[in-house]
């Protein structure tokens, strides 16, 4: 009883603290996410323009929830969590965007955000069922996701003539 209530004490203190948490869910690899820990949940709103995507997060799916320091980003505790959709206009939905709008940062449309999630984005309640899984013992390191904004690419085959004339000017 008294592991099971340091586990529940340590998974809400960790992930509380933490302003990013990493969700893995069936069927997809894990992604940061952003979120707010409001009424014993990890509380996340996505799938929309402009916000978070939540791929694999379905209603009753089970994910699973990595929690890094806030101080040194490594990895505190990893929990179980299933997955529950609040819908919009709902008591539980207003209480929780209530939560999530005071930390979203840099909302493209300010107060009318919370429409806008209304009609176009999921907010997700990540309930933790208790099950914590053991540290591993290696990294767990990978690649990141292919996306199109990269950063390396081949130098233009002119590029160091024009340095070198810039030098060679100066």
């Given amino acids: ?3 099971e209530l340091l586990g529940h004490a340590l998974v809400e ?6 302003g990013l ?10 992604r940061a996410l952003w979120h707010v820990w409001h009424e014993g949940a ?5 799938d929309g323009p402009g916000e978070q995507p939540l ?3 379905n209603e009753g799916a ?6 890094r320091s806030k101080d040194k980003g490594g990895r505190l505790v990893s929990w179980t969590a299933r997955v529950r959709q609040l819908e919009p206009g709902s008591e539980a939905w207003d209480a929780t965007v209530a939560e999530l709008k005071g930390k979203r940062l840099n909302a493209p449309d300010g107060e009318a955000m919370t429409e806008r ?14 099950d914590r899984a053991p540290m591993p013992d290696g990294s767990l390191a990978e690649a990141p996701l292919p996306s199109p904004a990269i950063t390396r690419r081949p130098i233009p085959a002119g590029l160091p003539r024009l ?8």
Avoid: F, H, I, Y
């Fill in 1 to 3: 009883m008294t592991d």
């Fill in 13 to 18: 203190e960790a992930t509380k603290k933490s």
């Fill in 21 to 30: 948490v990493w969700v893995q869910g069936p069927d997809s690899p894990a």
């Fill in 42 to 46: 990890a509380c996340l709103v996505g």
């Fill in 55 to 57: 791929p694999g997060l």
């Fill in 62 to 67: 089970e994910a699973q929830v990595t929690v």
């Fill in 117 to 130: 999630w209304a009609r176009e984005c999921r907010v997700l309640r990540l309930e933790p069922t208790g």
């Fill in 163 to 170: 340095l070198l004339k810039k030098r060679k000017r100066g």
